[in-house]
């Protein structure tokens, strides 16, 4: 499969829709196809519907990390569990999904930051996770060739990988194999509602009749949720990754500081990107709706606040993108499938400098492949997972850059959300209501 996965790329999953299902997934990321995963293994009748082509977003743009460390406290028990399916799914499914466990390893470059890796080591604790400090003398022993001057760092030897461009399509084809519907370039329109509740979708394709629906429509969940009354403030950055040329190899893992983050990848290369959450926010009308929400977050982490003054056309929160259709008129999600911005080639020269400078004897590293992706985040950088005011409506958005490695374990946690089952975790960090409850915003506390 070639990437980045576009428009012009081949529909795997089509056919005639459904009369009825049992649960309609608005999102065919990895959150939706796992939730479908889980779902039909229940027993249910399960149809994704997808507007552009699974995977084509954040899903496949993401560095790759199955990280347990750094996690917000809420989001790790969920996280375990997701690294163990992660684990089962590789040993089904085989090398396609390119999963290796082969670490995490942060990097300190201020006592600060020290303190901070030490203070989240309670919570692995906690959570029966391995994770440890380092010093500045086992930093250099991982990382060859490095003459940066790092304080220390954090390690969790049992957190992974996989390659995404290849994971949740392959992930997509086996749970069409178990019987899960996928339909491609097929947008969710809107929701049909007859007495307070859902009975059904209408898509593009037509109506399908269902008693419950799953929005897990990443970066297009706001805008597909508010013309129905129900609001969250949810928006995008846009972050900005590549992929090198084949390199001699430095460390096997994951590893990041402020400056860098970097993934050995199967071809010999390296995922490269900003370490520092250099993202680009885009200012559109839901930004200004949602100032006072997203201000504790930016008084804590000012590298979130590089704006830009306005979204490409035809994005979410774009001037001119529509709030209000009807369902028998082309929605913005058919005028714009794929998520495709360009990307900060001034943030990847900034990374390639900051290798260069931590790997001498490398230099900066050639880029094979740039690209970008929108990232779709929440006031508290944790995701909104939880039933809406609407029956027959759940939630699973807002994942905040953590949604790969997480996948599967939400997808769990969602079909038994969905079907009254044991969910296992405490959710109240994730609930919907948390924004206009009058509760205090408090910022994740993971790293």
Not at 5 to 23: E, H, K, N, Y
Not at 295 to 304: E, K, N, S, T, V
Not at 402 to 413: E, L, N, Q, T
Not at 414 to 436: E, I, K, P
């Amino acid at each position: 499969m070639s990437f980045p996965i576009s428009v012009a790329s081949p529909v795997r999953f089509a056919g005639p829709l459904p009369q009825r299902v049992d649960v309609v997934i608005i999102g065919g990321g990895i959150i939706g196809v796992m939730a479908a995963w889980f779902l039909r293994a229940k027993g249910l009748s399960v149809l994704v519907c997808e507007k552009g082509r699974i995977a084509a977003e954040q899903s496949s743009r993401n560095w790759g990390w199955i990280r347990q460390q750094g996690r917000d406290p809420g989001e790790l028990p969920i996280m375990v569990e997701s690294l163990s399916i992660w684990r089962n799914l590789a040993a089904e499914l085989g090398d396609q999904l390119g999963f290796r466990q082969s670490g995490v390893l942060y990097i300190a470059k201020t006592d600060r930051e020290m303190a901070e890796f030490e203070a989240w080591t309670a919570h692995a604790k906690a959570h029966g996770v391995e994770t440890r400090m380092q010093t500045s003398a086992e930093v250099d022993s991982r990382l060859k060739g490095a003459v940066a001057p790092w304080k220390g760092g954090l390690w969790t030897g049992s957190d992974a990988m996989a390659e995404p461009w290849t994971a949740v399509p392959t992930l997509a084809a086996a749970a069409a194999a178990r019987g899960v519907m996928l339909r491609e370039a097929c947008a969710v329109r809107a929701l049909d509602i007859a007495g307070g509740r859902v009975v059904g979708v209408v898509t593009e394709a037509g109506r399908v009749a269902t008693d419950h629906v799953i929005v897990a429509a990443g970066a297009w969940s706001r805008l597909f949720l508010q013309q129905h009354g129900v609001r969250i403030p949810q928006l995008s950055t846009r972050a900005t990754v590549a992929a090198t040329a084949p390199m001699p190899e430095i460390f096997p893992g994951c590893a990041a500081d402020d400056d860098i983050g970097f993934r050995r990848r199967a071809d010999g290369g390296y995922t490269l990107a900003s370490g520092g959450s250099e993202d680009d926010f885009f200012i559109g009308p839901d930004a200004f709706h949602s100032f006072f929400s997203y201000l504790p977050i930016l008084r804590q982490d000012r590298r979130l606040s590089r704006f830009r003054p306005f979204a490409p056309k035809g994005f979410p929160d774009a001037w001119g993108t529509p709030r209000r259709w009807g369902a028998d008129e082309i929605s913005p999600f058919e005028r714009q499938r794929i998520l495709n911005p360009p990307p900060n080639l001034k943030t990847l020269a900034r990374a390639q400098s900051a290798f260069a400078k931590a790997f001498p004897a490398l230099g900066k590293p050639e880029l094979r492949t740039v690209w970008a992706g929108m990232i779709d985040t929440m006031p508290d950088v944790v995701p909104v997972v939880d039933h809406a005011p609407i029956p027959g409506l759940t939630i699973a958005t807002g994942m905040s850059g953590h949604g790969f490695g997480i996948g599967p374990g939400m997808g769990r946690v969602l079909a038994d959300l969905v079907t009254v089952g044991r969910v296992g975790h405490d959710l109240t960090r994730f609930r919907f209501g948390r924004f206009t409850d009058g509760s205090k915003i408090e910022p994740a506390m993971g790293l």
